[in-house]
């Protein structure tokens, strides 16, 4: 069939007038498709003026673009997740609060009103003074064992100047 200037189109052979497939549906389906449909045309315009070579060049490319995107799929999959981690944030607890201290060198503990994830923690103590007076004279130090419930510090050199610790827990995963 000759090409024309046309849209593409798909030509089947009229069903023969004597056309009577017997047997099951897959039998008179399977009949059709041999007689009818197998016999069937693509009619694409200008198709004929591409060469054997043309279009092994043109297979030749589209094999090769299927190469490319399958490359750019890879890099995506590994770029998302670069970015996933870059952008995966720490989980940050804090908590924090005063502690009333006295005038003489003791010992005070500290309970969490909700438990840290676990005893790895970081802990800040800082004094709060009532006076001019500098409370950092004092010192302050973590004493004991940490626990995800809490923990205890101790105050030596005592004051009357600090009448406060405020204390910071930071734990980050």
């Not at 069937?40 to 092994?56: F, Y």
């Not at 790895?120 to 500098?134: G, Q």
């Amino acid at each position: 069939m000759d090409n024309q200037d046309s849209n593409p189109q798909i030509i089947f052979p009229n069903v023969p007038d004597d056309f009577c497939p017997s047997g099951d549906w897959r039998n008179i389906f399977q009949t059709f498709i041999d007689t009818v449909l197998a016999n069937g045309t693509v009619n694409i315009p200008d198709l004929s003026d591409l060469s054997p070579e043309a279009i092994a060049q043109l297979t030749t490319d589209v094999a090769n673009l299927q190469t490319e995107v399958n490359a750019i799929q890879a890099n995506i999959v590994t770029i998302e997740g670069n970015i996933t981690t870059l952008l995966a944030r720490p989980v940050v607890t804090i908590k924090t609060n005063q502690t009333a201290v006295g005038a003489s060198d003791q010992q005070y503990s500290v309970s969490f009103a909700s438990p840290m994830p676990s005893a790895t923690y970081s802990i800040s103590l800082t004094p709060i003074s009532n006076s001019a007076t500098n409370p950092t004279a004092r010192v302050y130090l973590v004493n004991g064992t940490k626990t995800a419930a809490g923990f205890q510090f101790m105050v030596e050199a005592a004051s009357a100047d600090t009448t406060f610790v405020e204390w910071t827990a930071i734990h980050t995963t």
